[in-house]
């Protein structure tokens, strides 16, 4: 039986990316001071919400053997409160998340898979769920729930969007500078489930501030656009009207379903923006 090369290539790249990965998620998860903020609290109620089926990391006492014993895989009794414990990111893993402009700022992908690992280390710590609002990782408890989830960030596989639990809660995290209509669509349809979130918008300094002058050439990170300019200057204010204007419709989707809108710099510290979006998580409670 020969081994897949390529396969065996990503396996062991991912092995040596993802301990890094966990290490500076929870360095930046220990450098913000949550306070109270960081405790376990009871949620909206204990009525019965559904049953789910049982995920790794479900404590055995919370096994329902009486729901269980009529099919062939263990289920437990989630509450209202539990099924608003859910939290699923989606980070965007398109060409253009892999922009720095200089060493001296981060790559927006490797900093939006850092925000959202040190998130979703903090809220594991209150009794939180946590995966991606993909199929790649389902919501779970404790390390193996971090794990799996930073595995999937690491070696994204499957980027589409899935239904997300009733009542849970959700953070996006893009430049959100491409097609917009899958988020819209997919933001929409989670409000239409009660499921409340934040779209957190990662920008480059010179994206911007779009600092050019002179002759430049204009390059998409697939490669496949290029403009040529004799003066970049001259792009200046047409590119900061699309840009106010794509804010602003990020903006007003974020107010007609109830969700929040935040831009963030890959230039400013990181803990300032762990720190907006947990409260932001939060206050969806």
Do not use: C
Not at 24 to 30: D, E, I, K, S
Not at 85 to 105: E, G
Not at 161 to 185: E, H, I, K, M, N
């Amino acid at each position: 039986m020969t081994s897949n090369p390529t396969l065996r290539t990503r396996a062991e790249a991912l092995a040596e990316r993802l301990p890094p990965l966990l290490a500076q998620a929870r360095h930046l998860a220990a450098s913000v001071e949550l306070g109270e903020h960081g405790r376990r609290r009871p949620g909206q109620g204990d009525a019965f919400w559904q049953f789910r089926p049982a995920q790794p990391g479900d404590p055995a006492h919370r096994i329902d053997w009486r729901r269980s014993a009529r099919s062939d895989h263990h289920y437990v009794q989630e509450k209202e409160w539990q099924a608003a414990q859910s939290v699923l990111f989606w980070v965007d893993a398109s060409p253009s998340m892999a922009f720095a402009s200089s060493s001296d700022v981060p790559e927006k992908g490797a900093l939006a898979r850092l925000i959202a690992m040190a998130l979703a280390t903090l809220l594991v710590r209150g009794g939180e769920r946590v995966g991606l609002a993909t199929s790649a990782s389902p919501a779970g408890r404790g390390e193996l729930a971090l794990s799996r989830m930073a595995s999937a960030l690491i070696d994204p596989q499957d980027t589409g969007f899935v239904d997300l639990p009733a009542r849970s809660r959700a953070v996006f995290l893009s430049d959100f500078l491409g097609d917009t209509a899958s988020v819209a669509q997919a933001v929409t349809q989670a409000a239409d489930r009660g499921v409340t979130g934040v779209l957190f918008q990662i920008l480059d300094p010179v994206e911007e501030g779009f600092p050019f002058h002179g002759r430049m050439i204009f390059e998409d990170m697939s490669g496949r656009l290029e403009h040529d300019t004799r003066e970049a200057h001259d792009l200046r204010d047409r590119y900061l009207d699309r840009l106010t204007a794509r804010k602003a419709e990020l903006s007003d989707l974020a107010r007609r379903t109830g969700w929040q809108f935040h831009t963030h710099h890959s230039g400013e510290a990181d803990s300032a923006a762990l720190l907006w979006l947990y409260h932001a998580i939060e206050g969806h409670r």
